[in-house]
């Protein structure tokens, strides 16, 4: 299973960016979906995550400003990230889990200007 994620980048603060992690391979179903951050000197955080179904949990600290969705049909799930904070910088990865196993990309680098 491989996962290729994009969107990261440069943005001001206040600003928006789009991310996306498809999943290909050997695919039967995937589980739940979910992506996670991890800052320079920090401990990798679930920022959020969604199941095959399309119930979602989030961070406190994104919860209003980030939404988790995803397309089982393309085995794509996606992070729509609004009114971003400089403490919103980071790498972001992508997690899905297949028959009880996890998967990781190599992730996509956020930063967001103050």
């Known amino acids: 299973v491989q996962l290729q994620a994009s969107g990261g980048g440069l943005v001001q603060a206040g600003g928006s960016l789009r991310l996306s992690c498809a999943a290909s391979?050997?695919?039967?179903?995937?589980?739940?979906m979910g992506w996670y951050r991890q800052a320079p000197g920090n401990q990798r955080e679930l920022v959020a995550s969604?199941?095959?179904?399309?119930?979602?949990d989030y961070a406190d600290s994104v919860k209003g400003r980030f939404t988790i969705s995803r397309d089982n049909a393309k085995n794509t799930v996606y992070l729509q990230m609004n009114s971003l904070k400089s403490e919103d910088t980071a790498v972001y990865l992508c997690?899905?889990?297949?028959?009880?196993?996890?998967?990781w990309g190599k992730g996509t680098l956020v930063t967001v200007s103050s």
């Open positions: 969604i199941t095959r179904g399309g119930s979602t």
């Open positions: 391979g050997s695919i039967f179903s995937i589980n739940a």
């Open positions: 997690n899905v889990n297949i028959m009880l196993r996890d998967y």
